[in-house]
Nanobody, 121 residues
């Protein structure tokens, strides 16, 4: 599976942005998809997760209620809708795929290249 993230950019605090992550391969629906982020000088952290059938999803406390993860298996794409963004959401956002429904980064076998989101105050 090859992943390609896009949609990052500069947004004002309180605004919205939607990230996309397209995947190659015919087994896309087998994988849980996660979004992670890494802010400057910080470790990479979990943001959101969705299972292969889009039945289950899970969010970090820092984004719960503001971000929504979704997927379209017909288009081999996962999305992260970011609403009410804050300056602390500034980071490089990565999509990743795992055969398990898990927040543990070590279980993700495939990673996209990352897309930068900058939130201005």
């Amino acid at each position: 599976v090859q992943l390609q993230a896009s949609g990052g950019g500069l947004v004002q605090a309180g605004g919205s942005l939607r990230l996309s992550c397209g995947a190659s391969g015919r087994t896309f629906s087998r994988y849980s998809l996660g979004w992670f982020r890494q802010a400057p000088g910080k470790e990479r952290e979990f943001v959101a997760l969705i299972d292969g059938s889009a039945v289950r999803s899970f969010y970090s406390d820092s984004v719960k209620g503001r971000f929504t993860i979704s997927r379209d298996n017909a288009k081999n794409t996962v999305y992260l809708q970011m609403n009410s963004v804050k300056p602390e959401d500034t980071a490089v956002y990565y999509c990743a795929a795992a055969l398990r429904y898990t927040v543990a980064m070590g279980n993700y076998d495939y990673w996209g290249q990352g897309t930068l989101v900058t939130v201005s105050s």
